[in-house]
């Protein structure tokens, strides 16, 4: 962790901008922006990310990778499979498994979530954010009614606080850890690693373009569906909704 840039402010509107600021400011990689208290976060596709104050964890990953702008996707799958095996590693016994294309459900119910946002100039990639949200000690109660039953934390699952420092420390050891051993590669193996933990392979999704088996995700990230004529689709952005619940097995 000794490479790893950590400021954590007291309270933020948004993770995600307080990073592109220092980005900006020619802050090097990797720059981490903590704060355990959001007041205006975001998610995908414009929602809000809605996080009591003092309850979890808002992160964003000032990151500078030397890849192709087409690999730049990768790092918010590489994000939640960091997130997934620090959950795991508290030893909780947490049902979890990851959710197209980048999401962490535990108990078939979202405990995590990314938002990645590039920098890019022509075929360079100057800088990636990967912002990441944990719901840690938020209890039942406190989520919007919308997302009552569609999010989870940790507190909700197993009735036991964690120390929030403490996480967020673990997690940025793990997603460090991660980030070096997929640079050897230049990210080609995160695709793989991630698919090793994803819920709904093989189970039929629904788009609003196309419904599809899942097949498997591609080196770049994409999704790969078969269409009821067998016909391939390549879903590179967007979401993909399970028909049926499933059960996502346990731990890790």
Same mark, same amino acid.
């Given at each position: 962790?000794?490479?790893?840039?950590?400021?954590?402010?007291?309270?933020?509107?948004?993770?995600q901008? /307080?990073?592109?600021?220092?980005?900006?400011?020619?802050?090097?990689?990797?720059?981490?922006?903590?704060?355990?208290?959001?007041?205006?976060?975001?998610?995908r596709?414009?929602?809000t990310? /809605?996080?009591?104050?003092?309850k979890?964890? $808002?992160?964003?990953?000032?990151?500078?990778?030397?890849?192709h702008?087409?690999?730049?996707?990768?790092?918010?799958?590489? /994000?939640?499979?960091?997130?997934?095996?620090?959950?795991?590693d508290?030893?909780?016994?947490?049902?979890?498994?990851?959710?197209w294309p980048?999401?962490?459900?535990c108990?078939?119910?979202?405990?995590?979530?990314?938002?990645?946002? $590039?920098?890019?100039?022509?075929?360079?990639?100057?800088?990636?954010?990967?912002?990441v949200g944990?719901?840690?000690?938020?209890?039942?109660?406190?989520?919007?009614?919308?997302?009552?039953?569609r999010?989870?934390?940790?507190?909700?699952?197993?009735?036991?606080?964690r120390?929030?420092?403490?996480?967020?420390?673990?997690?940025?050891?793990?997603?460090?850890?991660?980030?070096?051993?997929?640079?050897?590669n230049?990210?080609?193996?995160?695709?793989?690693?991630?698919?090793?933990?994803?819920?709904?392979?093989?189970?039929?999704?629904?788009?609003?373009? $196309?419904?599809?088996?899942?097949?498997?995700?591609?080196?770049?990230?994409?999704?790969?569906?078969?269409?009821?004529?067998?016909?391939?689709?390549?879903?590179?952005?967007?979401?993909?909704?399970?028909?049926?619940?499933?059960?996502?097995? $346990?731990?890790?």
């Open positions: 962790m000794n490479r790893v840039r950590t400021l954590v402010l007291d309270e933020v509107e948004s993770t901008d /307080a990073a592109r600021t220092h980005a900006a400011m020619g802050a090097p990689e990797i720059t981490a922006i903590l704060s355990f208290n959001q007041t205006s976060g975001r998610g596709q414009g929602r990310w /809605a996080s009591p104050a003092g979890n964890i $808002a992160l964003s990953l000032l990151l500078r990778p030397a890849v702008p087409e690999r730049g996707a990768l790092l918010g799958m590489l /994000a939640s499979v960091a997130v997934m095996e620090t959950l795991a508290l030893g909780l016994g947490l049902n979890l498994g990851l959710k980048n999401d962490v459900l108990s078939n119910r979202k405990i995590a979530g990314i938002l990645s946002e $590039a920098s890019i100039h022509g075929n360079r990639l100057d800088f990636v954010i990967v912002g944990v719901n840690v000690n938020t209890r039942a109660g406190e989520f919007p009614a919308s997302l009552k039953t999010a989870t934390s940790v507190y909700a699952e197993t009735g036991r606080m120390d929030l420092s403490t996480v967020a420390e673990l997690l940025i050891e793990r997603f460090t850890g991660l980030y070096d051993q997929a640079l050897e230049d990210l080609a193996g995160v695709a793989r690693l991630w698919e090793q933990r994803w819920v709904h392979k093989g189970r039929l999704v629904r788009r609003p373009d $196309a419904v599809g088996t899942a097949e498997h995700i591609d080196a770049s990230g994409a999704l790969i569906l078969r269409d009821e004529r067998g016909k391939l689709l390549r879903i590179t952005s967007g979401e993909a909704e399970i028909v049926e619940k499933i059960d996502t097995g $346990a731990g890790a």
